[in-house]
């Protein structure tokens, strides 16, 4: 608690200094040296939430207040045409005012390099990260009740080609981990990293609309849990393998696409844990954005694809959300989302169906402060005794960046 106190101090400095730099009209730190537009600016984002279920329970639900403090540093250089580098840190401060027990500092830090401008024929990105997440498990009934508490690292690099006129090419390598620290997951929860190398190949079917071919492997290896252990059980490895047909680009002149359909097939090695064998289904990734006005736009996304829960069930997910923004004026805009997912355990008759509900409203007090406010819904349905929640958020908070 000392440290968090300690950190949320150092925390209210940095903005009161950060924000008389701003008054100038500059970033906190210039960096002239590096480009004309690089340069350190400081982050400032102050929330508080009320939860009514933090612990995604379906009785004895247990509410709270949860106040949360993240500031940051973001260094930026570079422009979109030639290479670009971002790198940004943020500390997630949580108070809560009744489960004391949930106060965590939990760092954040992301960076993104690309290279290649519109119209040029290598175009490259590299990014990375590691979040220190903590969360309510949602899936398991035996860690109901506790905070879930993660490091999660993440690293790609993606290479695009402009093979001819009209044809590309794109790969790469994806890799991500999840470690979990605190003792009731490291008992239950697997441990995991994955690789996935995914290959597209475009055909430029208009100006603006780019249409092919995609497929991608991807292998996740699982630690052995400490209760896998116990039971003498091992979590193995999972294959999965994807082909298709994939498009990017605008379709019409306010509809642009993004994303992936086709076969999606999975396979499992070394693994004891339950009776999962290998199988086939649709597998999808699609993004549709619209631009109904000048002041509305909106998206649907669909998704279908193999996944492991945290103690390694194999999970069929299916999803689709649909979203819109609404910029009422220069200083208010709206938003709201309907979502829906749908979890099949692969290995027993369970399945949970998932509906999410979003609204906000969010103002901009000037050009580096804005005041947002959302609700949200979550509601599970599952056929599983215990795993049923609701779950009503309310936030209000000030985002700063100067």
Known sequence: MKQILNKLAVSFIFAGVAGSASAAGTALIPLPAFGEDAGIHGLLNASVAYNDNIYLSETNEDADTIFTISPGLEFTNGDEARSKFNLRFVENILFYMDETDNNRALENIDFTFTHGGEGQKLKLTVAGGF??????????SYTKGTMTRSYNYYAKGILSYKVGEKTSLRSGLNWSGTTYQNSEA?????????YSIPLYLYYAVTEKLNAGLSAEYRYVDLATSERNRAAGETAGTEQVWFFGLSAEGNAWEKLSLNGRIGVTTSDYSDRTIDNLDGRDTLGMSITADYQATEKLSTALTLNRDFELGSAGEGIIATGATLSANYRIDDFWSANASLGYRLDDYQSSAREDDIYKMTVGASYAINEWASAYANYSLAIDESN???????NNIVTVGISLRY
């Open 131 to 140: 979040h220190h997440n903590q969360s309510a498990s949602a899936r398991d």
């Open 384 to 390: 599983q005794e215990g795993s049923d929640y609701t």
């Open 186 to 194: 490291k008992y239950y929860y697997n441990d995991r990293q994955q």
